[in-house]
């Protein structure tokens, strides 16, 4: 019984220690997207952009965040050529997605306070991501709210930190 209690105590300080370390310090950088995972319309799980998607996370200290994250598979299409479909446009512009603002962080909770957005739908809203952060490996949980609705509520980001970039 001693052994269960000290054993489901040093768990319970183990979880307790790691949800400390998670503050808006430890969070500020650069982070570069590692996988972005969320249901479909049949509510299967799919890579969105992609099992090796681009893209980057920054929050600042100052609480600033942009975001943009795309699918590397994208075709290279000439916005200026004639010949341009309006279907390879839509491509383009579905395969990329970038947002800007402020954030906070509270109680496990990344909310992004979006001013602009790719997707106009976004701006001037928030958007709210558990957080789990380990070393240098973040993921954010959570969906999208849009009108007041949730949609892909099981969609999951794993953000990788860089290092400071070198002059």
Known sequence: MTKWLLSAALILSAFASSAMAQTKESLVGTWRLVSYKGPNEKGEM?????????????????GRVSVIMADPRRKLVDLYSKSTTDAELADTFFTCFAYAGTYSFARGQ??????????????????????????????????FLV??????????????RLKPAKP
């Open 46 to 62: 799919t890579e969105w952009y992609g099992p090796n998607p681009v893209g980057f996370l920054t929050l600042t200290a100052d």
């Open 110 to 143: 990344l909310a992004a306070h979006i001013e602009v957005s790719s997707f106009q739908i976004f701006a001037n809203t928030d958007q709210v991501r558990s957080v789990e952060l380990e070393g240098d490996r973040l993921t954010l949980r959570g969906g």
């Open 147 to 160: 009108n007041g609705v949730m949609h892909g509520g099981n969609s999951q980001l794993v953000w990788e």
